[in-house]
């Protein structure tokens, strides 16, 4: 009889490994998820990471969104101190969330310390509230310190008589946070209307993918929704509910473009005019002599105290 010998090889092999052997820098081309073709890195950034073959939208950090929003040296950070908080002590086989938290936290290019980084940005001068999500912060999952953040700058916002905008990406709820993380939906939802006493728009950008407890909550209660297209927006997600429903869905189900012509969202816009989108929507909705002191003054007549 033959004997067969097996040698242990690793599962999988990083694309550092390989690129290490063939001299290749990791990052100077990006494979396209939408058409499969590699792009050069630099080319990708010029055209705001959008693929220029076939248009796909390619993922980007809460960082790197402000940063192509915001003119230069605007961006001012706030709450960058607030981190992740384990109410329930949380742990999956041996390792604990608040360290898992903390690790993806040391290794993001963002700022803050959770999916959520907010702060004061300008468009073109325009003074607005940014609150953007970071997908690879575990899926932009809203847990306390998220729901903390935004409604911090919520408060903040109506209080200085600016505008907000949320960018989001997300999973849904921080299930690591069981019924806390629920609550932030109730908590941030709640924190909008305080916007709404001031008589302050909030317009939300929905990126891909963006789902569950979000969606479900302050992202698509904005005075203007607008989206990314072929970001796929919803609840839960199409497979669940084929098996819940026991129908076979229709084709695009889900995108952006979809819930367009459903009437859920008010426009899809490519990531290159969002900017310009956002000008104009300031310039129509806040009236550019409101000052701070009328903004507050605004909050006393709706009957909602300021400060904090
Ligand atoms: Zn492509």
């Excluded at 950090?61 to 002590?89: F, G, K, V």
């Excluded at 949380?90 to 963002?110: H, L, P, Q, V």
């Excluded at 000008?279 to 105290?305: E, K, Y």
Aim: hydrophobic letters at 40%; aromatic letters at 8%.
């Amino acid at each position: 009889m033959r004997e067969i010998i097996f040698r242990r090889k690793p599962s999988f092999r990083t694309g550092r490994d390989d690129d290490q052997q063939s001299n290749v820098p990791d990052d100077m081309w990006r494979k396209c998820g939408g058409c499969g073709d590699l792009i050069y890195a630099r080319e990708l950034e010029r055209a705001h990471h959008v693929c220029p073959r076939c248009s796909y939208h390619f993922r980007l950090s809460a960082r790197q969104r402000i940063e192509l929003l915001a003119d230069a040296d605007s961006y001012e950070p706030w709450d960058e101190s607030l981190t992740t908080n384990d109410p329930l002590n949380f742990t999956t086989g041996n390792e604990r969330y608040i360290e898992r938290a903390r690790a993806i936290a040391a290794r993001s290019d963002n700022d803050a310390n959770e999916a959520l980084s907010s702060g004061r940005i300008e468009i073109d001068g325009r003074p607005l509230v940014v609150a953007a999500t970071d997908f690879s912060f575990m899926g932009a999952s809203m847990g306390s310190a998220y729901g903390e953040k935004l409604a911090r700058a919520c408060r903040r916002a109506a209080e200085r008589g600016l505008p907000v905008l949320t960018i989001s990406s997300s999973g849904g709820a921080r299930m690591q946070e069981g019924l806390f993380s629920l609550m932030q939906m109730a908590k941030t939802t709640a924190a909008f209307d305080l916007l709404r006493a001031a008589r302050l728009p909030h317009f939300s950008l929905l990126v891909d993918p963006c789902y569950g407890g979000v969606t479900a909550s302050y992202a698509a209660t904005a005075d203007i929704v607008i989206a990314e297209p072929g970001a796929r927006i919803g609840f839960a997600g199409p497979r669940v509910i084929e098996q819940v429903t026991r129908q076979k869905l229709p084709e695009g189900f889900q995108t952006a473009e979809f819930l367009l012509d459903h009437g859920l969202i008010d426009q899809v816009v490519p990531r290159a005019e969002v900017r310009a989108t956002l000008a104009t929507l300031i310039d129509l909705f806040v009236p550019q002599s409101l000052n701070a002191q009328q903004a507050a003054a605004r909050l006393v007549g709706a009957g909602v105290s300021s400060g904090g």
